[in-house]
Structure formats: structure tokens, C-alpha cells
């Protein structure tokens, strides 16, 4: 008896392991340095609305500029703009403004792996299981890291389908 409980200790011990080292460095990061995925706006230090927007024509949300001198630099690296886009406040979208340098691709390929390769848009991407993070040019000068996360914008589509669903129950 006492074998037996304590191998189901034991075997629910190595499950929990398991399911932590489930999450990718991506999903553990979950955002920008001080600014993570599902935070409230009202959270982020030197956040300013610019305005209202409407994402894929449907979802009612709100354009952020964030400007913060702890989120000024990746290491040597400016960082020229900070943008956040939020669904009932909560954010589901960092894009990241940087100079054009080589460092930031080898640090983020150190920091969280390979990403894929998409050729048609010439962007790296990396995937977790509630976040993706792309990196391209945004110009000449400058690249792009926009980081986009799952679990809101899957809340943004269960709440157009019940809107959807409350105008067929009005029928």
C-alpha cells in the first residue's frame, strides 16, 4: 500500500516537471522587458493612447505609445519607438522599433533558439504555446520585433462568436 502511494506521489512529481518545462523561453519571457502580454494598460509606466482601432475590421482596440527610459536600449541597442495595442485594456500586441543591428539577432537566437524562416515576408519567427514573436526590417534602418499573443486574440474571437451567437438567439 505504502508502495503504491508512493509511486503515484512520485509519478505526479514527474508530470508536474514535465508540464513547466512544457512552456518555451518565449512564453516565459511573455512580453518586452517590463511590458507583458495580458498586463493592464494602466500598468505600464509611460504609456500614452493615441488612439482607437479596429483589428481585422472587427474588435474594438486601443493603440498605446510607450515611452520609458528603462525600455530605451536591448543592451547596446536603441530602440526608436514602442507601440502596444490592447483589447479591453489588456495587451495583445508589442511592437518594437529598433536600429538596424547584427547583435540583436545573434542575442535573440541565443536567448530563445532558432526561429523559422518565412522568405515571402523575410521574417524570422518564434513560436510558443501563448506567444509568437517576429522579427523583420522595419526599413532600411531599423527592424521590427512584434510579439503577439495567443491567448488574447483567441478571447477577441470566442467574443465575436458569442455576438454572433446573442444576434441568432434575437431571431
Excluded at 117 to 143: C, H, M, Q
Amino acid at each position: 500500500m505504502k508502495h503504491s502511494s508512493i509511486l503515484i506521489i512520485m509519478l505526479f512529481i514527474s508530470i508536474a516537471g514535465f508540464t513547466q518545462d512544457d512552456l518555451t523561453e518565449l512564453d516565459r519571457r511573455n512580453g518586452f522587458k517590463n511590458i507583458k502580454m495580458g498586463m493592464h494598460i494602466d500598468s505600464v509606466a509611460g504609456s500614452k493612447f493615441k488612439k482607437d482601432i479596429k483589428e481585422k475590421g472587427h474588435h474594438p482596440a486601443k493603440l498605446f505609445e510607450v515611452i520609458n527610459p528603462e525600455n530605451a536600449t536591448i543592451g547596446e541597442v536603441v530602440v526608436n519607438k514602442i507601440e502596444v495595442k490592447t483589447y479591453k485594456d489588456l495587451i495583445y500586441e508589442i511592437s518594437v522599433i529598433t536600429a538596424k543591428d547584427t547583435r540583436l539577432m545573434k542575442g535573440m537566437e541565443s536567448a530563445l533558439g532558432k526561429p523559422i524562416y518565412d522568405v515571402r515576408d523575410e521574417s524570422y519567427t518564434w513560436i510558443g504555446k501563448n506567444l509568437t514573436l517576429k522579427f523583420k526590417p522595419a526599413s532600411k534602418t531599423s527592424l521590427e520585433l512584434l510579439y503577439s499573443s495567443a491567448i488574447i486574440k483567441r478571447m477577441m474571437d470566442e467574443d465575436k462568436k458569442k455576438k454572433i451567437d446573442d444576434i441568432a438567439d434575437d431571431f
